[in-house]
């Protein structure tokens, strides 16, 4: 039987509105895993949708990288928000065009020097050490949140949990005072295009409002790396550390620091929220699921990785060949993209038994929503520590939750959520 796969969409962000394209993405796996993607409106690529492949990618950095001209799905004519808003803010400083915006972008030798800087603060250990206040703040986060669903009505579980434990717990391990995190919040969501109307000022598109938040977050960072920088140092450890930290002898400059900043606060708080809210959508529309965590607590940390490769809070990364490399039965020449789904290969069949049926007891579970290799997930450990907390924190409460109207999605190619997530009392 022939299959017409020129008709299918799983670039447009429009398309991630709702849901996501799990239709295509099956029909792909099973009759094009490996699969040349030309549309009128984006620069081709290779769509890889099978977890096998996804591995050969990224097992493989130097030969497919990051630091070539595409790393995030952008339709023709749409600026690259990270890349153009540094550009932007950039030019009044001075900054290096040719300098990789953030670590994302870069590759090995400079990749693993400066991702080295920053790993001490999130290996497991160091989780263990922050486990029972990131406990605390959650209970307390759930806490407000049930006081809120008292006062009758639905209550947006994004902004008043899901939101608060990942950027309480990243403002924590860096250091950024509790007064700023509702600015930083704005901040964060700025940088995957997510700008409340609230905050768009007269005249502004959001594309607009966007990058006008987006840098004002850099000039936060700008003067947090300067005070640092003071002698004596400032009050973060974490940032002491980096703006004395060496790669290839030199101190980086504040263009290097203020992206690395940038990635490592967006990061940590967007995954963790969008995991969280999908997570409790998970659990609420499967209560056979539900229940058995609340009778089973012990079974967290199953659900926790459960949840991840249900929501797959990254919905893909690009890559570009250095050289030709034969991938299955295609050829992908120096210079073309290649663009990895995580979201379909965390359900890929060959890998994942019965993949759309939520199962906290799933194991093993070899998702791969953190990604793999090199560029496996710096903060995978903290992510994975914030949302146990949720979760746990949430248990004695879930039986008690339902949702209420229809949520609103983030309409990205990139990264996956709730941007807000009506909740009500059963």
């Not at 006008?212 to 400032?234: D, S």
Request: aromatic share 10%.
């Amino acid at each position: 039987m022939a299959f017409d796969l020129n008709g299918i969409d799983i670039h447009s962000p429009s398309r991630y509105a709702h849901s996501f394209p799990w239709a295509e993405w099956d029909l792909l796996r099973r009759e094009a895993p490996v699969f040349w993607y030309e549309r009128d409106d984006i620069e081709p690529f290779w769509a890889v949708t099978r977890h096998a492949e996804v591995m050969v990618i990224s097992e493989r950095p130097k030969i497919f990288i990051n630091g070539g001209p595409r790393l995030r799905l952008a339709l023709k004519g749409e600026t690259e928000l990270l890349r153009g808003g540094l550009d932007s803010f950039g030019q009044s400083r001075g900054w290096n065009p040719q300098e990789p915006p953030d670590i994302t972008f870069m590759d090995d030798p400079q990749h693993r020097a400066v991702r080295k800087h920053a790993s001490w603060a999130f290996t497991q250990g160091c989780m263990r050490s922050f486990a029972s206040h990131f406990d605390q703040m959650a209970v307390g986060f759930t806490a407000e949140f049930m006081a809120e669903l008292a006062r009758g009505g639905e209550v947006d579980f994004v902004r008043h949990l899901a939101s608060k434990l990942p950027l309480a717990a990243i403002s924590e391990i860096i250091g950024l005072s509790a007064g700023d995190w509702k600015k930083i919040l704005i901040w964060s969501n700025a940088i995957i295009g997510e700008v409340s109307p609230e905050h768009v000022l007269p005249g502004e598109t959001l594309t607009q409002a966007a990058e006008r938040n987006m840098n004002e977050f850099r000039l936060y960072l700008e003067e947090l790396v300067q005070a640092h920088r003071k002698p004596g140092g400032g009050p973060s450890d974490f940032v002491n550390r980096l703006v004395t930290a060496t790669v290839d002898g030199k101190l980086q400059n504040d263009q290097q620091l203020i992206g690395y900043l940038f990635v490592l606060i967006g990061a940590g708080n967007d995954t963790t929220r969008n995991a969280t809210a999908g997570g409790l959508v998970a659990l609420l529309e499967h209560p056979e699921q539900r229940d058995l965590l609340c009778a089973n607590p012990g079974l967290i940390s199953g659900a926790v990785d459960e949840i991840l490769r249900w929501t797959s809070p990254v919905i893909s990364f690009l890559r570009t060949a250095t050289e030709d490399f034969q991938l299955l039965d295609k050829t992908i020449r120096a210079g073309e993209t290649v663009c990895m789904f995580y979201p379909s290969a965390n359900r890929d069949e060959r890998v994942f038994a019965d993949p759309y049926r939520f199962d906290i007891q799933r194991n093993p579970n070899p998702h791969l929503t953190f990604g793999f290799g090199a560029h496996f997930c710096l903060g995978t450990n903290l992510a994975k520590a914030e949302l146990r907390s949720a979760i746990a924190a949430l248990l004695p409460v879930l039986p008690r939750l339902k949702l209420g109207g229809m949520g609103h999605r983030i309409p990205n190619t990139h990264v996956s959520g709730f941007a807000e997530l009506p909740v009500a009392l059963a």
